[in-house]
Nanobody, 115 residues
Framework: QVQLVESGGGLVQAGESLRLSCVAS????????MGWYRQAPGLQREFVARITARGTTTYADSVKGRFNISRENAKNTVYLQMNSLKPEDTAVYYCNGYLGRSDLWGQGTQVTVAS
């Protein structure tokens, strides 16, 4: 069973930055795409960003220009660089990936942005 483990969450002030990491328990060459979702209290989980094995990226409109997703295959890791954070970015952030027919999820990492 492939595991995804997120880290890097925390409490920051509005305007600051955080970088989330998602480490897979196996090579991510065949986990395609990989991405990030988030879930705020009382709301449904929503798409944030994804990156394909070829490096093609897609972002939610709410984070375009502020967040950047990247992958480092040699380290089995996907990153989410979050800049100019806003209080509305507060949520639990989940790593996601598709491996064959399996939809993989991490346990989540909390991001809290204070105003």
């Amino acid at each position: 069973q492939v595991q995804l483990v997120e880290s890097g969450g925390g409490l920051v002030q509005a305007g600051e930055s955080l970088r989330l990491s998602c480490v897979a328990s196996r090579t991510i060459f065949s986990i395609d795409p990989m991405g990030w979702y988030r879930q705020a209290p009382g709301l449904q989980r929503e798409f944030v960003a994804r990156i394909t094995a070829r490096g093609t990226t897609t972002y939610a409109d709410s984070v375009k220009g502020r967040f950047n997703i990247s992958r480092e295959n040699a380290k089995n890791t996907v990153y989410l660089q979050m800049n100019s954070l806003k209080p509305e970015d507060t949520a639990v952030y989940y790593c996601n990936g598709y491996l064959g027919r399996s939809d993989l999820w991490g346990q989540g990492t909390q991001v809290t942005v204070a105003s």
